[in-house]
């Protein structure tokens, strides 16, 4: 076992005598070469979590081990033990990538340093043309990418990867699950820290998904799906954000964002539901749908409309 989280509660004070529960009594473990997948909202406590895992925090109750080790007494050992790819983006400068991995590299595995890893995670990423283009000049999405290899250059046992998709083009995001599925498969374990619920499901071994402190599952994809529901569900791409659609009758649960709208319904009205979603294209109010069993999305969607609790 890599990492064990037992009871942790952190708990910050606010003006006058108010206080913010950030995390309340959780627990879960993560064993050697799993992908561990931390979902929820801004606010819900994912990056308190993390602080406290990294030992940059202290939990005001429960204790965190790091292959059988307590972060509370040991926490810049805590540090060694862990690799970061923080949200925020990693401010370059005039480094290039290839300088700025180089240099975290050297720091972490010194003298062992293999300048060839830097070649191969550049190429496994398709970054050859950023490669020595100065960090200033990158954009959003090469500065990215330039991040989650300073945080695998030298991966330590657990690393922790803090929405390591954002503004990376689709071709790079397919190509950098492969890269973090090769770290799992070399033993290394991952949490990857995200509120992009769809992709996530892909990737994953296990996920947990809190809210306001507190986990409302912790599982495989497929045990959250089930424990939530056996419906099936559809999602349309609106011709408009501003269409007013006649929802069917048997819609059982109803999500919109935007121009995509999604609802869920029992499997023996999926026939009726085909045929209203053919209606509202053939009357150009729907630019497309799918149907498709529960997803990950659905249990997220449905169990974040609760209150929180323990699940």
């Not at 999926?270 to 659905?298: C, F, H, M, R």
């Amino acid at each position: 076992m890599i990492l064990e989280v037992a009871g942790v509660t952190k708990v910050f004070s606010g003006k006058g005598e108010s206080k913010t529960i950030a995390n309340d009594n959780l627990s879960f473990r993560i064993n050697e070469g799993e992908l561990f997948g931390l979902l929820g909202q801004n606010g819900a406590g994912k990056t308190t979590l993390v602080n406290q895992i990294l030992g940059l925090v202290t939990p005001d109750k429960g204790d965190i081990h790091l292959l059988g080790k307590s972060v509370l007494q040991s926490p810049k050992w805590a540090r060694t033990i862990c690799s970061v790819q923080p949200q925020s983006q990693v401010p370059l400068g005039f480094l290039t990538p290839r300088q700025a991995v180089t240099l975290m590299g050297k720091m972490r595995a010194g003298k062992a340093f293999d300048s060839k890893r830097v070649d191969q995670l550049f190429d496994s990423l398709d970054m050859g043309e950023w490669a020595n283009k100065e960090g200033e000049k990158l954009s959003g999405g090469a500065r990215r990418l330039t991040a989650f290899c300073m945080a695998v250059i030298a991966p330590g046992k657990l690393v922790i990867l803090d929405e390591p998709t954002n503004d990376v083009d689709p071709v790079r995001r397919r190509l950098l699950w492969n890269v973090i599925r090769d770290l799992t498969n070399d033993g290394t374990s991952v949490i990857l820290v995200t509120h992009n619920v769809v992709e996530a499901e892909k990737v994953v071994d296990r996920v947990a998904i809190i809210k306001q402190g507190q986990f409302l599952a912790v599982g495989s994809p497929s045990e959250i799906k089930s424990s939530v529901s056996n419906l099936m569900r559809i999602e349309v791409n609106l011709a408009s954000d501003l269409v007013n659609i006649q929802i069917p009758s048997w819609a059982l649960s109803t999500y919109q964002k935007g121009s995509r709208l999604l609802f869920s319904m029992d499997p023996s009205d999926v026939l009726p539901t085909i045929d209203w979603a053919k209606d509202q294209s053939d009357n150009g109010l729907v630019i497309d749908y799918s149907l498709s069993p529960t997803t990950i999305e659905d249990a997220y969607i449905e169990l974040t409309s609760r209150k929180a609790g323990v699940v």
